[in-house]
């Protein structure tokens, strides 16, 4: 099982970046996909999070109302648009998938990690 995660990059603020996430492998088995974001020197922090079946969202706080959070069950692709990126937003994001039933902002509710794309908004 992989997490390919892409679409990082450098943005001014106020700008958008949309990241994708595809999952490939056998023995598949997750409920739901979640990003998270880790800047230095401070803990990853909850993003967003998607069920694979009925589309349920979660959100952090922080980014509620600016970042989206879709997928496609065809294309086994998860995606996250981000609007109205400020230089707070600046952090490596990583996409993760979870096999509990639940929606979940634990960083320990997630067995599976992609490798992270970088993401940094100037001021």
């Known amino acids: 099982v992989q997490l390919q995660a892409s679409g990082g990059g450098l943005v001014q603020a106020g700008g958008s970046l949309k990241l994708s996430c595809k999952l490939s492998?056998?023995?598949?088995?997750?409920?739901?996909m979640g990003w998270f974001r880790q800047a230095p020197g401070k803990d990853r922090e909850f993003v967003a999070v998607?069920?694979?079946?009925?589309?349920?969202?979660l959100y952090g706080d922080s980014v509620k109302g600016r970042f989206t959070i879709s997928r496609d069950n065809v294309a086994n692709t998860v995606s996250l648009e981000m609007n109205s990126l400020q230089p707070e937003d600046t952090a490596v994001y990583y996409c993760?998938?979870?096999?509990?039933?639940?929606?979940?902002?634990?960083?320990?509710?997630?067995?599976?990690w992609g490798q992270g794309t970088q993401v940094t908004v100037s001021s």
């Open positions: 993760a998938s979870t096999p509990e039933g639940s929606l979940s902002r634990m960083v320990s509710s997630y067995d599976t």
């Open positions: 492998g056998r023995g598949i088995r997750t409920y739901a």
């Open positions: 998607i069920s694979w079946g009925f589309g349920r969202t």
